[in-house]
C-alpha cells in the first residue's frame, strides 16, 4: 500500500497523559499536514511540513502540541498532558507541492480518546 | 474556524437517484477539493477544480465553481448505496492549508 499511514489508529489513554502519534507520508511527498477532527465537524488544520521545516503552526496548537518531521519523512504529532478535551479524529495528509497547491492525500487518522 | 458551509447538512435518497450537494465559501481561493468521508475513517479525494476551471467530471460526480458566488456543487449522477458517506469541500483561502466545511451526510438507500 502506497498511501498514507498513521499508526495507532485507536488510542486511549487517561488525562494528563503523554501521547504520541507517527504519520509516514506517500514516499515522493514533500509535504505533510496534521489536522484535527471533532465529532460531526469537518478536519481542522493543525500544522503542517515542507520536507523537514514546520512552516506553520494553528493557534489551536497549544504548547502541549509539538509535531516533529526530523528526516522530511515521517512525522510524529505529540500531546503532553492530554486533556479530555483533546478527544478527536487526527488526521495526517501529503502532498507533493510544485507551487500549485496540488492535491492532500490523507491517511486513515488515529482516533484519540482521554478518559 | 471553518472556512464555509455545506448544504443540505443532511440528505437521503434513493439508489439510482443523483445527489446534489452544494458548498460556499468566504474568499479568494486558488482551488477547491471535494473530498468523501466513510463514517469515522480517513477521507478519499474526489476531485480537485482550479479557480479558473468552472466545471469537471469524474465518472459519475460532476463538480462546478462559480468564484463570482463563492460557491460550488458537486452532483453524483446514479447514486448507489456505497456512496453513503459525509462530503466535505475543502478551500486553500490562498494559503497552503486546507480549510473544510461542516459536511453533507449523504445516505442512499438500496
Known amino acids: 500500500d502506497t498511501g498514507v499511514s498513521q499508526n495507532p489508529r485507536h488510542k486511549i489513554t487517561k488525562r494528563g497523559q503523554n501521547v504520541t502519534f507517527r504519520c509516514d507520508p506517500i514516499s515522493e511527498h514533500n509535504r505533510l499536514y496534521w489536522y484535527r477532527q471533532t465529532l460531526g465537524q469537518g478536519p481542522e488544520f493543525l500544522t503542517y511540513f515542507q520536507n523537514e521545516a514546520q512552516l506553520e503552526k494553528s493557534r489551536l496548537l497549544s504548547d502541549r502540541f509539538s509535531a516533529e518531521r526530523p528526516k522530511g519523512s515521517f512525522s510524529t504529532l505529540e500531546i503532553q498532558r492530554t486533556e479530555q478535551g483533546d478527544s478527536a479524529m487526527y488526521l495526517c495528509?501529503?502532498?507533493?507541492?510544485?507551487?500549485?497547491?496540488?492535491?492532500?492525500?490523507f491517511g486513515p487518522g488515529t482516533r484519540l480518546l482521554v478518559l | 474556524s471553518q472556512q464555509g458551509e455545506e448544504d443540505p447538512q443532511a440528505l437521503s435518497i434513493q439508489e439510482g437517484e443523483n445527489a446534489t450537494m452544494n458548498c460556499s465559501y468566504k474568499?479568494?481561493?486558488?482551488?477547491l477539493q471535494w473530498y468523501r468521508q466513510n463514517s469515522g475513517r480517513g477521507l478519499v479525494h474526489l476531485i480537485l477544480?482550479?479557480?479558473?476551471?468552472r466545471e469537471k467530471h469524474s465518472g459519475r460526480l460532476r463538480v462546478t465553481l462559480d468564484t463570482s458566488k463563492k460557491s460550488s456543487s458537486l452532483l453524483i449522477t446514479a447514486s448507489r448505496a456505497a456512496d453513503t458517506a459525509s462530503y466535505f469541500c475543502?478551500?486553500?483561502?490562498?494559503?497552503?492549508?486546507?480549510?473544510f466545511g461542516t459536511g453533507t451526510r449523504l445516505q442512499v438507500f438500496p
Open positions: 474568499t479568494s481561493i486558488n482551488n
Open positions: 495528509a501529503s502532498s507533493f507541492e510544485t507551487g500549485g497547491r496540488e492535491t492532500q492525500y
Open positions: 477544480i482550479r479557480s479558473n476551471e
Open positions: 475543502a478551500t486553500d483561502e490562498g494559503t497552503d492549508k486546507l480549510i
